[in-house]
């Protein structure tokens, strides 16, 4: 079609991308070729790097790289992707931390399975938006399906919903935010005294284990709620959270004229890998009439685990469930997805506008996602899951996922059969959490030993741990999220650290001896 009087110059022959200065690095159907070339160049780089990389980490400071990184001019393109990919080589994949490799046992890092960096190759080239149909189309109906397919495995219900988002500390954001509003609108329901909304809600609690994540208090205060807003319960000997102070802790509550408008239970703590008695704390959420959020952001792998999915019994109950697809289904950042049981409550998310999303398209039954979610634009991050289960299938992930809580199991049986470490409870899930004693060494030698250990272990780039604190005191942590690392790996990594930490605590000694007080 072509304006009156106008001419349309239609190019019979073909222009070489070169020709069109900055346009030639656009994604066209007439840069394809360029984009093969490129592509091919930056994924060869990355397979050579992943092929010889024989430790995770090469122990690069900040002070080594922050001058590094700060000397690159960006005001002066290289022009050339195999300079800036040389370049790149210099200041990122050579120093990267490299979670594929099997004595990395630090954080929840997992490595990616082949069929979901296949989806993130098709979804960043598309580049589709994920908050309207008309610029997603089967992206949008791709999601609803996998939303649908994981709150079948959970067992919502058939009323149930979600939406895909950025991680558990989003998912667990918006959860807070359902639950907050349902209990406002119950609160001002149920009584017909006029209260404004600070009073509101300055009167709302949420409670959660010692052990929960650190995303609900920091939900609590995006959402406007008090510093005191949430109450954490004592967990007991096996770090779970004990449902006889959660039951009190809502009735005192109660009596107190607050309202509690959610309990957060975790299935898969980060630090202990451990999971709250769900059939107990839905009995009492039930009783109380307060809204169930279960955090398993970490545990949702058990959805898919030919073994241990009753380890999630109870979950079912949730009114809203966190999983992340990036932790235990071996997804490339980010993979996360908040479902909850009815789908009415995620109204609390929806804002109209016209030029977006405008309300009469909810009448034409238009999908929009933007109408689920706290943000407008949004990646396609459901299609490395859908391919997932489209190549592997959901039994071979939840294979992968057992392989790893296997190996922390007999992680677990052999620092607890070594008199050099001491080991905290079993966790049900991969982690592993422990710290070596010096011999007739004090608490402050124990600690300064342990953390010595993980930054000497680091620094050496040999292995990586984590460390965290229990009952006041440091300790270590493995967190295992790769199949291939074997007990070899993990007895290896623990030689090291007693080597490092064995060191510090007789050089310290020596040191004492040699100086005494007075």
């Avoid at 239609?10 to 007439?30: D, E, I, N, Y």
């Avoid at 999971?275 to 039930?286: M, R, S, V």
């Avoid at 741990?465 to 009952?471: E, S």
Wanted: with cysteine; glycine share 8%.
């Amino acid at each position: 079609m072509s304006l009156p009087g106008s001419t349309v110059q239609v190019p019979t022959t073909g222009v070489t991308p070169a020709s069109h200065g900055a346009r030639a690095h656009l994604f066209t159907a007439g840069t394809v070729e360029d984009y093969r070339r490129v592509l091919a160049e930056g994924i060869g780089r990355v397979a050579t790097r992943m092929a010889e990389v024989d430790r995770p980490f090469t122990g690069v400071t900040p002070d080594e790289l922050v001058p590094r990184i700060a000397g690159i001019d960006l005001d002066r393109p290289l022009g050339d992707s195999g300079a800036a990919l040389d370049e790149l080589h210099d200041v990122y994949l050579r120093d990267a931390v490299y979670f594929h490799h099997p004595r990395y046992l630090a954080h929840l890092n997992c490595p990616v399975v082949i069929p979901a960096l296949l989806g993130e190759a098709v979804l960043t080239a598309v580049n589709s938006s994920l908050d309207t149909w008309d610029q997603s189309a089967g992206g949008t109906l791709i999601e609803r399906r996998l939303i649908d397919w994981t709150a079948d495995r959970i067992g919502l219900g058939p009323a149930a919903d979600g939406i895909f988002t950025s991680g558990g500390t989003q998912s667990n954001l918006q959860a807070m935010l359902l639950a907050r509003e349902e209990t406002c609108a119950n609160l001002v329901g149920r009584t017909t005294e006029r209260q404004s909304r600070p009073e509101l809600l300055s009167r709302l609690r949420i409670i959660t284990s010692a052990a929960g994540h650190f995303s609900v208090q920091k939900a609590a205060k995006l959402l406007g709620l008090g510093a005191d807003a949430v109450v954490t319960v004592p967990t007991d000997a096996d770090r779970r959270m004990r449902t006889a102070d959660l039951a009190r802790e809502i009735a005192r509550c109660r009596e107190e004229g607050l309202a509690v408008m959610a309990v957060v239970a975790t299935a898969g703590t980060t630090d202990f890998g451990t999971i709250d008695p769900l059939p107990q704390i839905a009995d009492i959420c039930a009783a109380a009439g307060v809204w169930l959020h279960v955090d398993a952001a970490y545990g949702c792998g058990l959805l898919v685990s030919p073994t241990r999915r009753h380890l999630l019994d109870g979950i079912e109950r949730a009114d809203s469930v966190t999983v992340d697809y990036h932790k235990s289904f071996f997804q490339p950042v980010s993979s996360s997805a908040l479902l909850v049981r009815d789908r009415r409550v995620l109204r609390h998310a929806t804002w109209h506008a016209d030029y977006l999303n405008p309300a009469r398209m909810v009448e034409q039954r238009i999908p929009n996602q933007v109408d689920k979610s706290i943000q407008t634009t949004r990646r396609f991050d459901a299609l490395k899951l859908w391919l997932t289960l489209r190549i592997m299938g959901p039994d071979a992930v939840g294979e992968l996922f057992d392989e790893v809580v296997d190996r922390a199991a007999a992680a677990w049986q052999l620092l607890s059969g070594d008199p050099r470490f001491e080991v905290v409870t079993r966790s049900q899930l991969s982690t592993v959490v422990f710290r070596y004693l010096p011999a007739a060494a004090g608490r402050e030698v124990v600690d300064d030993a342990n953390l010595y250990a993980r930054e000497a272990l680091a620094a050496s780039g040999a292995g990586l741990v984590a460390g965290t604190k229990v009952d006041g005191a440091h300790y270590l942590k493995l967190t295992l999220l790769n199949p291939e690392t074997t007990m070899d790996d993990i007895a290896h990594v623990l030689d090291l650290i007693a080597e490092h930490a064995g060191w510090y605590a007789q050089t310290r000694a020596t040191a004492e001896l040699s100086c005494p007080v007075g």
